[in-house]
């Protein structure tokens, strides 16, 4: 089946304690991108990548990493997360950046 | 840069009723618009797309939007809301990446 996951599902952490969520995409996608939904704001997008190695800034990266060291992964990374980074973050890709996307099942982070 | 408004932020409806939700971008070009939906406790799931072409797209689950370019808009309709159409609705448009509305709460009661 054709999917992205992502884990964790949940995340409950605190400040300054560096975690990392995973995505994983089964279908060869070359663009993978992770967004984050607030409440009135949307999606956001952090940080986005066209293919293996090549990784860029969104409209919110300031907190957070990416890597992009295999075609299937992209994972994100908070080094030290802070309260404000509690949200619901979702991973996502496609074949190519004007298709459509898939969306993993979300990663719900609070950070206390 | 790109943006895109919803311009109904929740919207209440009875079942049966008639749904229109209003998107609009910035400005022109060459765009790709999306409308994605989000059942409650779920990830995004795509309703339809418009690239070029017929300006009346038509998606799943009996969902249609209408592409009007003079006006920037890219608005979503259902003839009949069930209570099962319960969700948030985005729009989104890619210029150079996919840029999302701000999304549309849609509460149907039985």
């Known amino acids: 089946e054709a999917q992205v996951t992502q884990n964790p599902r949940y995340l409950i952490t605190v400040t300054g304690k560096k975690l990392t969520v995973t995505c994983s995409q089964n279908?060869?996608?070359?663009?993978m991108s992770w967004y984050r939904q607030d409440p009135g704001l949307g999606l956001r997008q952090i940080y986005y990548?066209?293919?293996?190695?090549?990784?860029d800034k969104g409209d919110v990266p300031e907190g957070y990493k990416v890597s992009r060291k295999e075609k299937r992964n992209f994972p994100l990374i908070l080094e030290s997360p802070s309260p404000n980074q509690t949200s619901l973050y979702f991973c996502?890709?496609?074949?190519?950046?004007?298709?459509?996307?898939?969306f993993g099942p979300g990663t719900r982070l609070t950070v206390l | 840069a790109q943006s895109v408004s919803q311009h109904n932020h929740h919207v209440i409806l009875s079942e049966a009723a008639s749904l229109e939700l209003g998107c609009n971008y910035s400005y022109g070009g060459t765009v790709n618009l999306f409308w994605y939906v989000q059942y409650p406790g779920q990830h995004l799931q795509l309703l339809l797309k418009y690239f070029s072409g017929d300006p009346l797209v038509k998606g799943i689950k009996g969902f249609e939007a209408e592409f009007i370019k003079s006006k920037f808009s890219f608005n979503l309709r259902k003839p009949s809301v069930q209570w099962s159409d319960t969700a948030e609705y985005f729009c989104a448009v890619r210029d150079d990446k996919l840029i999302f509305g701000t999304g549309t709460r849609l509460q149907v009661f039985p």
């Open positions: 996502a890709s496609s074949r190519l950046p004007r298709n459509e996307q898939f």
């Open positions: 990548s066209m293919n293996v190695e090549v990784t």
């Open positions: 279908m060869n996608h070359e663009y």
